[in-house]
């Protein structure tokens, strides 16, 4: 009996667990649509998106770009050795190039962006639940989801893609700077190998599109841990911390599923 009851008990927590998460699910899900049909708002005030764009992504500029130079070095160096074994390190600028534009600088990208910019969302929205701004802004018939986090979601999407590009371009440039004056490699090889390799659309534009997905992902996470923390510095701070860790998840599972749609054929 006493096995019996305990079974019947973990079931019922596994039942708890998984009906409170779809749940949440779906209550996500009606936020964000309902932060969509509000957005036309911002088609009168449009300085909120500029000014979100600069926190958000002219704020994430150093970091992006210092990191990207760094992934470019170690790719150079990394895809030289691996190249030389076959005599192919001609082909290093392909290599950098590709890896570059249909995984790493989206993916990366996106994992800086949700522990800087995406971190930072969770917390401002955190603190003015925290202090009752945003139920301040309903009394005075202010929707906080127009006024406060549409902005927000729109200058994460725009931010993403573009810094997504300078990682990817500050990287090629890495990646040239230690094989073709570090190493040796023929400067006009490494060239003309990434430009005659390198399609626009099925490798720069899925690229771009991974990033704009991972730019509404990491963006919406963060709003909505933030709208929805608990309004004390504890619930802060766990709000912050699972921003972190469910984007960086679902960045990782919507790459595989990107990937395994764009380049399965």
């Not at 949440?24 to 449009?46: T, Y």
């Not at 005075?140 to 006024?147: G, H, I, K, S």
Request: charged residues 10%; without cysteine.
């Amino acid at each position: 009996m006493r096995v019996l009851s305990k079974v019947i008990d973990l079931l019922g927590d596994l039942g708890f667990f998984i009906r409170s998460n779809i749940s949440a699910m779906g209550f996500a899900a009606r936020i964000f649509f309902a932060v969509v049909l509000r957005s036309g708002f911002l088609l009168k005030r449009p300085r909120l998106v500029i000014d979100q764009i600069l926190f958000v992504g002219n704020h994430s500029f150093i970091i992006i770009a210092v990191s990207g130079l760094f992934v470019g070095f170690v790719l150079g160096l990394q895809g030289y050795y691996t190249l030389n074994r076959y005599g192919s390190e001609q082909a290093l600028g392909l290599l950098v190039a590709l890896s570059l534009t249909r995984e790493l600088g989206p993916v990366i990208t996106a994992l800086l962006f949700a522990g800087r910019a995406g971190t930072s969302l969770t917390a401002e929205i955190g603190l003015m639940k925290a202090g009752e701004q945003l139920s301040a802004m309903e009394m005075m018939a202010v929707d906080p989801l127009a006024r406060v986090i549409a902005p927000r979601l729109w200058a994460g999407i725009i931010s993403m893609p573009i810094l997504a590009t300078i990682f990817t371009a500050v990287g090629v440039i890495g990646g040239y700077f230690v094989g073709v004056p570090l190493i040796g490699v023929d400067s006009g090889a490494f060239w003309s190998q990434m430009q005659g390799g390198v399609d626009l659309f099925s490798d720069i534009g899925n690229g771009l599109i991974k990033s704009i997905v991972f730019g509404v992902a990491v963006t919406f996470i963060a709003l909505y841990q933030g709208y929805e923390a608990r309004p004390t510095p504890e619930g802060v701070s766990q709000a912050t911390t699972r921003t972190v860790v469910i984007s960086s998840l679902a960045v990782l599972a919507l790459d595989f599923l990107l990937t395994a749609m764009m380049f399965s054929n």
